[in-house]
């Protein structure tokens, strides 16, 4: 089965630090990835999405797709305790519709002040 | 402004009576689908639709309907609650080609005592 895998933490960082999250997937054809926070109760919301290899920066955000390797990560800068939340990964996996995201399991942050 | 809304944000009702949640998107996105979450599961999906009159399950679609009658309008119909289906739900929507991930809405927490 085709899968999104990420460590479900929880992953502390000081303020102030990078806050590195990390993902893999299992299926090599995959195409796009996007970056979810969800705060607890909350609906996750759409920070960065990826689909070239490489780094693409917004901000205080890094997202890193290495294809060859199959992982993604998302690098957070200058950690704010308002990051604190969890960080979905989510994949457009080869054979799938265009439309069909692939959830991982979310990876907890808290950033400690 | 943008939006998927869900309906109720809130339910507590009692086992065996039929229950409907509705989801209505204002972007004339093509693609629809509801997810339950589950605390350790992540996101897993019960039921998509791909436009007007085309749906198919998910990977959890035990105990539960959907309907596409209208692009705009994606509810999820329960018709014989049980305490296993006490979670927390959301809808999401998609532009037409998925490039930009999915918007969702706020979520209903549904509780069956």
């Known amino acids: 089965q085709k899968e999104v895998e990420q460590n479900s933490g929880p992953l502390s960082v000081p303020e102030g630090a990078i806050a590195s999250l990390n993902c893999t997937y299992s299926d090599r054809g995959s195409q796009s990835f996007f970056w979810y926070r969800q705060y607890s109760g909350k609906s996750p919301e759409l920070i960065m999405f990826?689909?070239?290899?490489g780094d693409k920066e917004d901000g205080r955000f890094t997202a890193q797709l290495n294809k060859a390797s199959q992982y993604v990560s998302l690098l957070i800068r200058d950690s704010q305790p308002s990051d604190s939340a969890t960080y979905l990964c989510a994949g457009v996996l080869s054979g799938a519709g265009s439309y069909q995201l692939t959830f991982g399991k979310g990876t907890k942050l808290s950033v400690i002040p | 402004e943008a939006q998927v809304t869900q309906n109720p944000r809130y339910l507590i009702t009692v086992t065996g009576k039929k229950l409907t949640v509705t989801c209505s998107q204002n972007m004339n996105h093509e693609y629809m689908s509801w997810y339950r979450q589950d605390p350790g599961l992540g996101l897993r999906q019960i039921y998509y639709s791909m436009n007007v009159e085309v749906t198919d399950k998910g990977d959890v679609p035990e105990g539960y309907k959907v309907s596409r009658k209208e692009k705009r309008n994606f509810p999820l119909i329960l018709e014989s609650p049980s305490p296993n289906q006490t979670s927390l739900y959301f809808c999401?929507?998609?532009?037409?080609?998925?490039?930009?991930?999915?918007?969702f809405g706020s979520g209903t927490r549904l509780t069956v005592v």
């Open positions: 999401a929507s998609s532009s037409p080609t998925g490039s930009y991930g999915y918007t």
């Open positions: 990826i689909y070239s290899n």
